[in-house]
Every structure is written in structure tokens, then in C-alpha cells.
């Protein structure tokens, strides 16, 4: 019934951890373009005007209606004059010149191919650039280059990888985490975080939490058969820390960016064929998969649980919020109170939307 209130633009928050945005975007024009434009930022390591574009992106997605006019925009707040622009050439023109001029530049269009694989990130995609290289056939090719294990790995099961993963997947996959953690704990919960919790149908990746109520006895259990590549972090955390305040910190869990090899009959893998003799040809039955397994201490899951169900916009406003505007340090372990100089304890991420004094958003609603 609530749902029945009029819209008014400037009563829209500026931090989408007090929207509710979930997947019908009917902004979808917009939103794409300052995606592109964001993502051309970050690769140029522009964190100001990348994150100006995602935060406009996220309010875009919010609206429950389209865009047609500049007139809808007006009042509502991460609108600067860089991404008004932009709007306003969609709106008259039906595509942004700003956009499509990033998708045809060069440096673009290289940086979006090396950061496709698995273990490359923009670094590494600047080194590759500087060198001269400018297309993954070219990498592969120059036979100087030392790839990481985690990259070689990434070009090995390239084609599985870049190839979404879908729902269906996740259940398979989620089935057969589910067996294997219970053979090593038996009483251990393990919960399907990132886009997949968030309602998405399909995704880049699988992100697991796992966590042991009782005892700690979690060391062994990352290290098992069903892994194709596997590298392990082991869990930095120390008690008692202070959340960190970056934005975009990683965190200190023992975890594993994974690549699992899920078996699946009667999948079409003709393209791992082509050079073998068709007739005598091994038909490929399984499917590269990439897959994030997080170990959390009991303690801790409520903050992991929130922390990496993302979506990464929301996780980063919820930050931003708790610094701003309620003097607290949040991140995936703990919330940190700066003024009373105590740690917040939660055992459910309902607890911690009310320790911010936050109205709580379901996992469907935080697709910011
Ligand atoms: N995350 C985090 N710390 C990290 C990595 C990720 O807190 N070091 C969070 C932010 C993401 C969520 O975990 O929202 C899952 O990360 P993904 O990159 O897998 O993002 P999604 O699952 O949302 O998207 P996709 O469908 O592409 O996998
Ligand atoms: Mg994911």
C-alpha cells in the first residue's frame, strides 16, 4: 500500500542503500551508456568521475518510470553537468556520441578484451598497453610476457569463462559446494551471495559464504578435488580491527577465486573440437565455472553476508552512509562506531540496517 506514494524527485536519496532498486530498469538507454562511460573512467583509473557516472547509473535504475524529458531528471540528486549531458544527447538523439566514441577507442576496446580474462585487472591491462599490445591473439602470442597462475589459467578455460553463467548453473554448482562442505562440516551454512542472491538470472561468476557455526575447523576445506585452478587467500584478519574506510577495500576472509569444473552431458562445446579430427573428437562434457568461495567466522557473517551480496554501488553507498552520516566504519567483518568506540555486534543483516538506522532492503531490492 505504501507503494502508492506520489514521486517526488527531491526526496530521493542520494545513497541507494535508501532506495529500493531492483532488476526492472526501464532506464536501461541511459544506464548503459554511463556504464561505458564509468568503466572508461576506471580503466584511466579516474575513480572521481567513474563513481559519478555509477551513482547516476543507480539512480537512473531506481526511477520507476523512463526518462523522456530533461524535466523528469530535475530534482534528483548525482545529476552533475557530465552526465546531464549525456541524457540529454540520448534523449534528442537516441544514442550518446560521448558513449559510442568510448566503445571505438582504441585503448578502450583493448583494456575491455585484457580485463575479460580471469586474473587481469587494469594494471596489468596498462602494462599490456604500454608495451604495444593492443588484442588478447597478441598476448598470447608474445612469448616474453611471465603470466601469473591465475592468468594462465584465465586464457586456459577463456571461452567457459566468458560465457555466462546461469541459474541453472549456480543450482548445479551450489549442489555440489553444498555436498562437499558438509563431507568436511557437516553442520556448516553455506548461502549463494552476489548477483544470483540478488534475483539475477545469469552471472560472471558464483560467490559462496561459508560459515561453521562452533568450533573453528575451516582449514582444510578449501582444498579438495572438484577445483580446476584454486588460489588461496588465507584470511588476514586480525580481531579487533578497524574496518577499513576505503571504499572499495577487499577484505581479509580466507577465500578462493576458483575455477570448478562442472560436469554437464550433451553441452554443446564444439569450439574445443575444431582441431581435433571431427569423427574421433572427444566431445568436451563439462563447463570451466568461476567460483568465489568466502569462509567467514560466525561471528562476522551478517557483515559478510551484507558485504557480498552487493551490489557493489549499494555496498559502497552503505559505507559512504554509515561514514557521512553516522560516524561509523563499516565493512564486510564489523561495524565500527567512532564516537562510542565500540564494535557493533550482528547476527543478521536486518540488525546491521538497524544499527545504521536504515529502513532494511531485501537482497531483490539492493540492484543499485
Ligand atoms: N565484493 C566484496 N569484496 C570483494 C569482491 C566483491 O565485497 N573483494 C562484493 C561486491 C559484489 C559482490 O561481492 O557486489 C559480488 O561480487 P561480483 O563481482 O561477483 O559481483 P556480482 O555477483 O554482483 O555480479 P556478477 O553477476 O557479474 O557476478
Ligand atoms: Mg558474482
Not at 120 to 149: I, N, P
Not at 260 to 270: A, H, M, T
Amino acid at each position: 500500500e505504501s507503494e502508492a506514494l506520489p514521486f517526488i524527485a527531491s526526496k530521493v536519496s542520494q545513497y541507494s542503500c535508501q532506495r529500493k532498486t531492483t532488476l526492472n530498469n526501464c532506464n536501461k538507454k541511459f544506464t548503459d551508456a554511463f556504464e561505458i562511460m564509468a568503466e572508461n573512467y576506471e580503466f584511466k583509473e579516474n575513480e572521481i568521475f567513474s563513481l559519478e557516472f555509477l551513482r547516476a547509473a543507480s539512480v537512473l535504475k531506481f526511477l520507476p518510470f523512463p526518462v523522456i524529458r530533461m524535466k523528469d531528471i530535475q530534482g534528483l540528486p548525482c545529476m552533475g553537468d557530465r552526465v546531464k549531458d549525456v541524457i540529454e544527447e540520448i534523449i534528442e538523439e537516441g544514442e550518446s556520441s560521448r558513449a559510442k566514441e568510448v566503445l571505438n577507442d582504441e585503448r578502450y576496446k583493448s583494456f575491455k578484451q585484457f580485463t575479460s580474462v580471469f586474473g587481469v585487472g587494469v594494471k596489468t591491462s596498462e602494462k599490456w598497453y604500454r608495451m604495444g599490445l593492443r588484442t588478447l591473439e597478441e598476448v598470447k602470442a608474445d612469448k616474453t610476457l611471465k603470466l601469473s597462475k591465475m592468468q594462465k589459467a584465465g586464457f586456459l578455460y577463456y571461452e567457459d569463462l566468458v560465457s555466462c553463467v546461469s541459474k541453472a548453473e549456480a543450482d548445479a554448482v551450489s549442489l555440489i559446494v553444498r555436498n562437499t562442505v558438509c563431507t568436511f562440516l557437516p553442520d556448516a551454512l553455506v548461502t549463494i551471495t552476489g548477483g544470483f542472491r540478488r534475483g539475477k538470472k545469469t552471472g560472471h561468476d558464483i560467490d559462496f559464504l561459508i560459515t561453521n557455526p562452533g568450533p573453528r575447523e575451516d582449514d582444510e576445506l578449501l582444498q579438495k578435488g572438484l577445483l580446476l585452478y584454486c588460489d588461496v587467500i588465507e584470511s588476514t584478519f586480525l580481531k579487533e580491527q578497524i574496518p577499513s574506510r576505503k571504499v572499495d577495500a577487499m577484505d581479509n576472509f580466507q577465500k578462493c577465486f576458483a575455477i570448478l569444473k562442472l560436469c554437464q552431458p550433451g553441452v554443446d562445446n564444439s569450439s574445443y573440437n575444431t582441431s581435433k579430427n571431427t569423427d574421433m573428437a572427444e566431445v568436451k562434457d563439462w563447463k570451466a565455472i568461476r567460483v568465489d568461495l568466502v569462509i567467514t567466522p560466525f561471528e562476522q557473517y551478517a557483515y559478510a553476508l551484507l558485504g557480498w551480496t552487493g551490489s557493489r554501488q549499494f555496498g559502497r553507498d552503505l559505507r559512504r552512509y554509515a561514514n557521512h552520516e553516522k560516524k561509523m566504519i563499516l565493512d564486510n567483518h564489523a561495524l565500527y562506531d567512532r564516537e562510542k568506540r565500540i564494535f557493533l555486534k550482528a547476527g543478521s543483516e536486518e540488525e546491521i540496517f538497524a544499527h545504521l538506522g536504515l529502513d532494511y532492503v531485501e537482497p531483490w531490492e539492493r540492484n543499485a
